[in-house]
């Protein structure tokens, strides 16, 4: 079990200006911010970032969304990261999201569902040093 995981809140959720909200309850929640940058992702990062749905049907949409305006990108210290910082954004679809869940709160569908997290410890390692340098993340905090 890792202690980090990554999260990137997405561009409707910095449209609607609920990034601070969000960023709230993540450190609310016991979380350390270790990296985190405002970026605007190109069509080519994003479409590396999310290879793995390449070919799927919502695959296009979600290139496009992802790029349509900055995302904040962030790297996560909390002890069992992955698993608890999936329990507290809940299910990619937010009618699915237990109350109380940053998606639940601040998602509006299963596209543009505000946030991103981390499924495992090897996609967080993966995910982090996608968007950051090993100098970029404080670990000893
Ligand atoms: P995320 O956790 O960032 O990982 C992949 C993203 O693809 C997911 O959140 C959603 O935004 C999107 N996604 C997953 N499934 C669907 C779907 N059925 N329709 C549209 N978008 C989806």
Known sequence: MSNTTFTMIKPD???ANNHGFILEKILASGFKIIAMKMVLLSKYQAKKFYKIHDGKPFYKDLIDF???GPVIVAV???KNAVEDFRSLIGAT??????????RKLFAKS???NAIHGS???DNAKIESSFHFSTN???NET
Request: cysteine-free.
């Open 136 to 138: 970029e993340i404080f």
């Open 76 to 78: 996560l210290n909390k």
């Open 66 to 68: 992802i790029t349509r």
């Open 119 to 121: 499924d495992s410890d």
């Open 93 to 102: 679809d937010p009618n699915k999201a237990e109350n109380g869940t940053i």
């Open 110 to 112: 299963v596209g543009e």
């Open 13 to 15: 959720a910095i449209e």
